[in-house]
């Protein structure tokens, strides 16, 4: 209703506007996007132990069938190589992840790091949809010589390994 008195105010108010964010994105398509990424430190735990964490992670790779999240699972073991040899708990590790996950040692990537070594696989799924999905499954394996040991430097190294290259990574992309 337009009163003379209110001349301004009715002019705003009835003002419609064509306001289009280009910052704004579709939530559909910003949640496709998403990445989880699940970072386990270990030392030198028991066989249960490690066996209830790959079934954790075999888990969460089987249940991504929507398509919409990506995930990474990262172990951050310490203590792990001495010059270019795996301990035995590494080892258990690994015959552990061939039994819970599938994966083939000698289907690994090896990549020799500034802390020691890493091995990594890609976990594949058949979705219903025939679609592929991917999860990468990552062991960085320190060496104490390299990086300093214990727990909270792990904590650290995760926290750095998502920070400065993960996410630098996918800003490149």
Same mark, same amino acid.
């Given at each position: 209703?337009?009163?003379?008195?209110?001349?301004?105010?009715?002019?705003?108010?009835?003002?419609?506007?064509?306001?289009?964010?280009?910052?704004?994105?579709?939530?559909?398509?910003?949640?496709?996007?998403?990445?989880?990424?699940?970072?386990?430190?270990?030392?030198?735990?028991?066989?249960?132990?490690?066996?209830?964490?790959?079934?954790?992670?075999?888990?969460?790779?089987?249940?991504?069938?929507?398509?919409?999240?990506?995930?990474?699972?990262?172990?951050?073991?310490?203590?792990?190589?001495?010059? +270019?040899?795996?301990?035995?708990? *590494? #080892?258990?590790? %690994?015959?552990?992840? =061939? &039994?819970?996950?599938?994966?083939?040692?000698?289907?690994?990537?090896?990549?020799?790091?500034?802390?020691?070594?890493?091995?990594?696989?890609?976990?594949?799924?058949?979705?219903?949809?025939?679609?592929?999905?991917?999860?990468?499954?990552?062991?960085?394996?320190?060496?104490?010589?390299?990086?300093?040991?214990?727990?909270?430097?792990?904590? +650290?190294?995760?926290?750095?390994? *998502? #920070?400065?290259? %993960?996410?630098?990574? =996918? &800003?490149?992309?």
């Amino acid at each position: 209703m337009y009163t003379s008195g209110l001349l301004e105010q009715w002019l705003m108010l009835s003002k419609k506007t064509e306001y289009h964010d280009e910052q704004h994105e579709d939530p559909v398509l910003k949640a496709s996007r998403t990445k989880v990424i699940i970072c386990t430190t270990m030392y030198r735990e028991a066989d249960y132990e490690m066996r209830q964490l790959l079934q954790s992670i075999n888990g969460i790779h089987r249940a991504q069938t929507d398509g919409v999240w990506k995930f990474e699972s990262h172990i951050f073991f310490d203590g792990a190589v001495k010059d +270019v040899n795996p301990t035995e708990f *590494v #080892l258990q590790l %690994i015959s552990l992840a =061939e &039994e819970e996950l599938g994966v083939k040692a000698q289907f690994c990537t090896r990549t020799s790091t500034l802390y020691g070594l890493s091995i990594s696989w890609n976990l594949n799924t058949k979705l219903t949809n025939n679609l592929d999905r991917d999860m990468v499954f990552k062991i960085h394996l320190k060496d104490n010589i390299k990086v300093k040991n214990k727990k909270r430097w792990s904590q +650290v190294m995760y926290m750095s390994y *998502v #920070l400065d290259f %993960i996410l630098k990574q =996918e &800003e490149c992309k």
